[in-house]
Structures are given as structure tokens and as C-alpha cells.
């Protein structure tokens, strides 16, 4: 059926059930070796952290030009290594002026 709209292959869906039949019924992804990661160093990492702690304003571009890595990763090491995250304002409070009041 899957076949007849084109969607997989015989032989995918073939090998897709072959470890379920073999009694493997996990469906996460076995852990495999892959390209280590060349900009979430523990270098890098401090590194951030440092400057964030001297100056908070600092934009993720600026961060990522001083240490020569991508927005993504600058991105990736703030909200996943150093568990930091915007906060929200929801507003400001209108100030009272006499014209107001």
C-alpha cells in the first residue's frame, strides 16, 4: 500500500522491520560517532562565559566575531551550556504626570 503512493520502497520498509522482527523494538536512534564538535569547546565555552560576565550587552554577533564561530553555535552555548535565556518584559509602567493624574 505505502508502495502504490510513492511514499517508501520495498526494500526500505523491508529493512525498517527487520530489526522489530529480530525482537529490537526501540524506535531512538542507536548512539553513532559523528563530527566532533569544533565550536562548543570547553574553550569556547569560558570563554563566553567571561565575556558575558564583564559585559551583558554584548551582541551575539560581536561574540561570535571575538571568538571566530558561528551565530548558531554562540546561540547554542548560551541557551544549552550556560543555561542563560532572555527575559520578558511585559511592559513598562506609564509614568504619572501631572497632565495624567
Do not use: Y
Not at 46 to 69: G, P
Not at 77 to 85: D, F, P, S, W
Amino acid at each position: 500500500m505505502l508502495v502504490k503512493v510513492d511514499a517508501v520502497s520495498k526494500k526500505c520498509v523491508f529493512e525498517w522491520f527487520k530489526p522489530f522482527k529480530d525482537g529490537n523494538e526501540a524506535v531512538k536512534d542507536e548512539p553513532r560517532s559523528g563530527r566532533p564538535p569544533t565550536s562548543t569547546t570547553p574553550d569556547n565555552i569560558e570563554r563566553l562565559r567571561r565575556m558575558l560576565a564583564d559585559d551583558r550587552r554584548l551582541s551575539l554577533r560581536m561574540i561570535a566575531e571575538e571568538l571566530k564561530i558561528s551565530l548558531d553555535s554562540v546561540s547554542n552555548i548560551i541557551n544549552e551550556h550556560l543555561q542563560k535565556r532572555k527575559k520578558k518584559v511585559d511592559g513598562f509602567p506609564t509614568l504619572l504626570r501631572s497632565s495624567n493624574v
